[in-house]
């Protein structure tokens, strides 16, 4: 059962050892992957079996990340051999095959894999372009942390090079689902030509300005430009069917708790949801970015209330330094909602923890 198991290794860098032992382990038959640490690199080791460091020499830990009481370390991994313990470990691997059951639900939807409604999530991590390189690195890093797609954003006034851009679409598409976030309308639909599957934003003012032959090749996020957000969005919905978008995703849009207020666009999500056959969107960065709280805990809660809204898709991103690991955080907090929306439960007593710095006993 090699293939069901999820072996995240956690490091600073994605060093040269680091890609040898991945290779390795993909090759043996685990799906494997890298994140940056977001945190000393021994507390990860919590969300496997709390107090379990002193047990074995960790340099570079291995996280599996939905299989409690499995210890792994690269270089014996790397051999074929496993470290496991006694205990729940068949029901653990039973709950991940059920993971990989919600899985299937996605759909191709415009190219975007996703669900019409939770479970399963669809992440989309977005970075900012900074540089050819520095945007390529960090897509990468995303990708391997468990982002189902990589939305690019374009920063208005520090556009790359159409060359450069539709290069860096390109590449990325050979192993990732790509996403254009831009208001230059050109670039856009530039982007899509050469393979990007979704494009993010539009509004009813701005849906018109992209050429029609582009309207079914990829999916769109429409959001709302006033305070009636329901009524706004229902009407670019149907505008956007008739004008030949196939695969419009509606996004209330988040805002930061306090003020303005984060409440009100949940329950937006939940009443549109109920009559409009679309997936919807919301970006949960924008309330961790601005919560002076450790981001573990803030995003397993609004997974928790985008699942009860009816959201299948959530954009995330790791700008501010707090944040760091966010996409990582968002990918197992997604698995632990996945599994209490299935079974209709509380999201507590599955083998995914994102209890870093306490502990259930």
């Known amino acids: 059962m090699n293939d069901k198991w999820r072996i995240v290794i956690v490091n600073e860098k994605a060093t040269s050892q680091i890609r040898r032992v991945l290779s390795k382990l993909q090759n043996l038959g685990y799906n494997a992957s890298f ?22 020499r960790v340099e570079e830990c291995v996280l599996v990340d939905w299989i409690p009481h499995i210890q792994l370390v690269p270089d014996l991994v790397a051999s074929g051999v496993v470290f496991s313990d006694d205990g729940p470990r068949a029901m653990a691997l039973y709950l991940l095959e059920r993971l990989d059951v919600i899985h299937k ?12 409604r939770p479970p399963p999530f669809t992440i989309i991590a977005e970075v900012y372009y900074r540089g050819y390189e520095w945007t390529l690195e960090k897509a990468y890093t995303f990708s391997a942390a468990g982002a189902d797609a990589v939305s690019i954003g374009i920063i208005p006034g520090l556009e790359p090079s159409q060359n450069i851009l539709l290069g860096l679409v390109e590449e990325l598409s050979k192993d990732t689902s790509v996403c254009i976030d831009t208001v230059n309308y050109q670039i856009m639909a530039s982007a899509i030509e050469r393979g990007a599957v979704c ?37 670019v919905y149907e505008e956007a069917l008739r004008a030949g978008y196939s695969y419009p995703i509606i996004d209330p849009v988040l805002y930061p708790p306090i003020r303005p ?32 709280a ?61 209890l870093f710095l306490k502990s259930k006993r």
Not at 38 to 50: F, G
Not at 105 to 116: D, E, F, I, M, W
Not at 308 to 335: M, Y
């Open 261 to 292: 207020g984060v409440l009100e666009r949940f329950l937006y999500a939940r009443e549109l949801a109920s009559s409009i056959s679309a997936p919807f969107m919301l970006g949960i960065n924008n309330v961790y970015e601005l919560v002076d």
């Open 294 to 354: 450790d981001t573990p805990g803030v995003i397993t809660l609004l997974l928790s209330l985008a699942g009860e809204a009816g959201v299948s898709v959530i954009l995330v991103s790791e700008e501010s330094p707090k944040a760091r690991g966010a996409v990582l955080e968002t990918r197992l907090a997604a698995s632990l909602v996945e599994l209490a929306l299935f079974y209709g439960t509380p999201p507590k007593d599955y083998p995914v923890r994102l």
């Open 105 to 116: 639900k996605k759909r191709p939807y415009g190219g975007l894999p996703l669900s019409l």
């Open 199 to 235: 494009g993010l934003s539009l509004t009813h003012t701005t849906m018109h300005n992209l050429p029609v032959r582009l309207r079914d090749k990829a999916a769109y996020v429409f959001i709302p430009e006033t305070r009636n957000v329901v009524g706004e969005l229902v009407h």
């Open 35 to 56: 994140s940056q640490s977001p945190i000393c690199k021994d507390e990860y080791l919590n969300i496997v079996r709390p107090g379990s460091r002193e047990k074995y």
